[in-house]
Structures are given as structure tokens and as C-alpha cells.
């Protein structure tokens, strides 16, 4: 049986037309926020289609923007537009290796999709387990949660950092 270990006390993002999804550590409960950027008639902006910053919940609940190093090495996105499919091929810059896409379906709205426990899913929010003893934070799990495409029943998987 899997364990799950997000922090159930910590807030969630209110739903917008903009949240993609949102990941959330151990350390404390701010949170960085994925959202979409739109054009005025509601199409994804094809030069920025994502922005990515803090939502600081441990303080004001202020907005901040990212470090570069942050955007660099630890929570920043690199988009590519796959014309024949209509949406963006997503890459979080700590996780090269997992697939996520970026599909419009309808204007102003937009959702993140991954293979989540082997099931097509629509990411929801993801949670980070890392070890803080050393210079730099080892992540050490994983764990992704959202809402299969085809069955509509909630998905979740741990992925064990080696």
C-alpha cells in the first residue's frame, strides 16, 4: 500500500480560470502557482503561455516572483507549441524526463495533463518531499495528483527519487 504524505493543513489555491495546478513541499506551506497566460480574446499566449510564481501562505499570502535560480534549476517550465495537436509540449525544469501538456479547451480555459498511476489524467497539483539537511534540498519523493481523463476518478502516484 502507498503512503501518501501531503500536509493536509496547508491552504489550497483558490480555482480560477487561470490555475493550471500547484505544487506544494514539506518544508512550509507556500506554495508556487502555475497559471495560464491568456490573450484578450482567451487563446494561450503563444509566447508565454505559463507563468509560475509564489503564493508566500507562511506570510501575507503576498504573490512573488520566483529567483532565477529558482526558475532555472528547481520550478521553471520550458514550453514547446506541437502545431498538428494544439497544444504545448510542458517540461518542469527539475523533471525533464515526465510528460506534461498544455491543451486548451475552450477560451480561458486550460488544463495540464500527465500520466498519472498509468491513467491519462488531468494534473491537479503536485507535492514535494525533500531532505533539507544538506546544502541543497534532496528531493526524495514525488507525488502527483489529479483526475483521470477517461474514468473522472481521482489519480495519485508516488514517484521515488533515487
Known sequence: MVVFSQNEKYPIPPKTNT????IQR?????TIIYDAMYDEKGNLDDDEPIIVYWRRYDEQSQKMELRNIEKWYAYGVDWEKVEYKKMYSIKLVADKKHKFWLKQLAPFKSVIITTINNELSVLDHIYIYADNSGMWPTVKYIELFGKSIKTKEKTCEKLIID
Open 19 to 22: 490555475l493550471l495546478f500547484y
Open 26 to 30: 514539506n518544508h512550509n506551506s507556500n
